[in-house]
């Protein structure tokens, strides 16, 4: 139990450490984009696999940036997918995220390159047109590409995948491994 805690407690110190500000000032980024989901599969307790084919994704985002090299941030997540066994599959997900984050200062005259590995974690909720509505753990990680000029605009493109290992309703356990995406998208830090 006390090992537990002292590792708890270094992880603690480590995070802020890392968050604390190198220029003395934070920064908060806004970020917007859309692209699609690829096909996978849905588990359905009792019913087995369910494939689905690809679909629309847009995820609006705000992240703060206290240091150069970590942020924070929160999220809104909103996807489509269709399958034979349910029809069209409405999903909606918000959460909190953490991005350690690479800079490349002045790679290509005022232009910044960041690599942002992104660990998302949220309530995600599941709509089908066809059955009942399923709501779980969303654990998505995406690899954030981006450009950013001087003033704080900032052009980006993500890959990355989502999951739910945890989730259902009152009738199956819903569940999938990960299923692909990319989106491109638009940023602004202030």
Partial sequence: MRRRMRAW??????????GLPASGQAEVEWSAGMGGQFGGDYTVEGVGDIETDGGFLQRLGINWFPSQHIGF???FLFSTAS??????????EIGISIQPRLTL???VGEVD???TPDVMVGYRGTFPE???NAHGLGLNLGLNL???WDNGFSVFLEPGFLTQPV?????ADVTFSPIGYAIVGVGAAF
Avoid at 167 to 171: E, I, R, S
């Fill in 113 to 115: 390159f960041l690599l």
């Fill in 9 to 18: 407690r270094l992880c603690c110190v480590l995070v802020l450490a890392l």
């Fill in 146 to 148: 981006r450009a950013r």
């Fill in 73 to 75: 941030g929160g999220y």
């Fill in 83 to 92: 399958s034979g066994f349910h029809g069209d599959i409405y999903v909606a």
């Fill in 105 to 107: 200062e002045n790679v």
């Fill in 167 to 171: 989730g259902g309703n009152d009738a």
């Fill in 130 to 132: 066809a059955g009942d």
